[in-house]
């Protein structure tokens, strides 16, 4: 799975390669991109298209990257919690547990002495 995975990203980046060099007049002409939000009017100084792509690729990766950022923050509540529940279960259940061992111990000669059952008549 490994080497399909490099395979693919070497396909992908070869593929790139291949569309940036072709397209090389495109990406090197140079644009200036306005803003006008109504109070404030900007106006970019002249950059290459390529400049333009690069930045917006690594602004949705930063993005992407925070976004993930807090789902893992959340994950790892979660996780914290869940494990607390569960050690406090196992606790419960050790405690549990003890006192079926307890009882059991207890039952056997309880049950034989309320039927009247000496260890005379079991043993025999």
């Not at 923050?73 to 569960?86: A, D, N, V």
């Not at 196992?90 to 039927?115: F, V, Y």
Request: proline content about 2%.
């Amino acid at each position: 799975m490994k080497k399909i995975k490099i395979l693919f990203g070497v396909l992908v980046v070869g593929a790139v390669i291949v569309v940036v060099a072709q397209n090389l007049d495109f990406f090197l002409q140079r644009y200036a991109i306005g803003f006008d939000i109504g109070l404030v009017k900007y106006q970019t100084p002249n950059l290459a298209v390529m400049i333009y792509l690069l930045f917006f690729f690594f602004a949705g990766l930063l993005i992407a990257f925070l976004m993930g950022l807090s789902e893992k923050f959340q994950s790892k509540k979660s996780i914290r919690e869940l494990t607390e529940i569960l050690a406090a279960e196992k606790k419960k259940n050790l405690e549990l547990e003890a006192q079926l061992a307890a009882i059991q111990g207890a039952a056997p000669r309880d049950i034989q002495q309320s039927a009247g059952i000496t260890s005379d008549a079991l043993s025999s």
